[in-house]
Each structure stands twice: as C-alpha cells, then as structure tokens.
C-alpha cells in the first residue's frame, strides 16, 4: 500500500489467502494498491487507486442566527482528508438550498 509515492504498509501473506485488511489507515485518503502474484522468480502485477471513505463531520448546531429567516449550520472538521462539504437544506422532502464549502485545511 502505497501513499504519495511512499510506501505504507506492506504484507506477505500465504497462497491459500485472497484477502486481507490493511489498518490504521487516514479517512479520505487516496492510496495506490498493488498485488503481487509471485511464482519463482515470476511476478504478475495488478494495481490500482483506492480511496477510504470519508469521516463524517461532528458537533454539528445549528442557531437561528439572530433572524427569523435564516439559519446558521456549524460543524467540527471531519478527521482525514476533506475536500469539501456539501450542506444541503430539505422542506417537506424536496432540496431547498444545497451548498458546496471547500475545506480549509
């Protein structure tokens, strides 16, 4: 398991073993994955772009923001990597306002 070109996590597992788990790993993150099939001095090579799932944001409140008609949303920053929030505002089961945030860190 590799991550910006340095390598993370390697495992060597037995031929009776197709799977495996890989921990400690950063919530958003984009890694580059590769098997090794070896066989004697053969290798077969199959990799790819893998990508955890994003954490979910927490201590989230909302206010009326001093207005009767607006509201203000507040959140602490999901751990890992983060690309952007989208806050999304529903009435009566339809999308009223939906707003894509870039993250600042």
């Not at 037995?14 to 004697?40: D, E």
């Not at 955890?52 to 507040?74: F, H, K, M």
Request: hydrophobic residues 35%; glycine residues 6%; negative net charge.
């Amino acid at each position: 398991l590799v991550y910006n070109g340095n390598a993370g996590q390697e495992s060597i597992v037995s031929n009776s073993t197709n799977s495996h788990t890989f921990t400690g790993l950063t919530a958003g993150r984009i890694y580059n994955l590769t098997v090794i099939t070896v066989a004697g001095e053969l290798e077969n090579i199959n990799s790819e772009s893998v990508q955890t799932d994003p954490a979910e944001v927490t201590s989230v409140v909302v206010s009326n923001n001093v207005s009767l008609e607006s509201l203000l949303v507040s959140w602490r920053r999901a751990e890992g990597d983060v690309d952007s929030y989208d806050v999304a505002l529903f009435y009566q089961g339809s999308v009223k306002e939906v707003q894509s945030l870039q993250s600042s860190a």
